[in-house]
């Protein structure tokens, strides 16, 4: 039997309507609260976005559907097949207005707070710039607003949350989409049902 673990949060539903368009039946996993619900043939593990790779690149589930800035931000070793068509987003730089005209670049010692302090830690590394990283698992949004930090580094789909605390777009760190994540053991050892799911996941709108 095959695990797969999703994501949830906004892409569980467009990830379930994968697996109903390939036959499965996704009722319980949407009706009930268990994590773990087998159907079809599959186990399907339910987790945090951020859980998603470690399960994967543990063995504890075979395929995982993630963002890429989760994956990223993970830095988990397991194959990335297959890039998926939801799920878009931006990874980005935002700041007060303030910062817009100030070359922000050129201030050391900013403070930045994220949820993803690998990826943040990386990008500022790669330009020089010198930043005290905070990590918060919370609404990033609120830092600048009571001090915590200067600048943050989050997810933005429309930017109206960014707005709607004061917040702009500075810089872009990086794009992101669901990708499908596959254990590097699991990759050999069960090739021939991945890569069907694969084919499957592929070819489902034609």
């Known amino acids: 039997m095959i695990t797969i673990a999703l994501a949830k949060g906004r892409l569980l539903e467009p990830s379930l309507k994968i697996f109903e368009t390939l036959g499965y039946d996704t009722r319980e996993i949407r009706e009930s609260r268990k994590l773990v619900v087998e159907n079809h043939g599959a186990r399907f593990l339910l987790a945090k976005p951020m859980d998603v790779p470690i399960y994967v690149e543990y063995g504890a589930a075979d395929v995982g559907i993630v963002g890429q800035d989760a994956l990223r931000e993970s830095g988990v070793n397991v194959y990335e097949p297959l890039a998926l068509d939801y799920g878009h987003c931006r990874l980005m730089v935002a700041g007060k207005p303030d910062y817009r005209d100030a070359e922000w670049r050129?201030?050391?010692?900013?403070?930045?707070?994220?949820?993803?302090?690998?990826?943040?830690?990386?990008?500022?590394?790669?330009?020089?710039?010198?930043?005290?990283?905070?990590?918060?698992?919370?609404?990033?949004?609120?830092?600048?607003?009571?001090?915590?930090?200067?600048?943050?580094?989050?997810?933005?789909?429309?930017?109206?949350?960014l707005r709607a605390n004061g917040l702009i777009e500075l810089d872009q760190v990086l794009t992101s989409q669901a990708a499908l994540i596959v254990n590097r053991a699991s990759h050999t050892l069960r090739a021939g049902e991945i890569r069907e799911l694969i084919e499957k996941i592929e070819n489902r709108n034609s």
């Open 106 to 161: 050129m201030i050391a010692g900013l403070r930045v707070a994220t949820k993803y302090p690998r990826i943040a830690q990386k990008f500022f590394a790669a330009r020089g710039l010198s930043v005290e990283i905070i990590e918060v698992y919370g609404s990033v949004e609120l830092a600048p607003a009571v001090g915590l930090a200067d600048l943050i580094v989050d997810v933005v789909d429309t930017g109206r949350t």
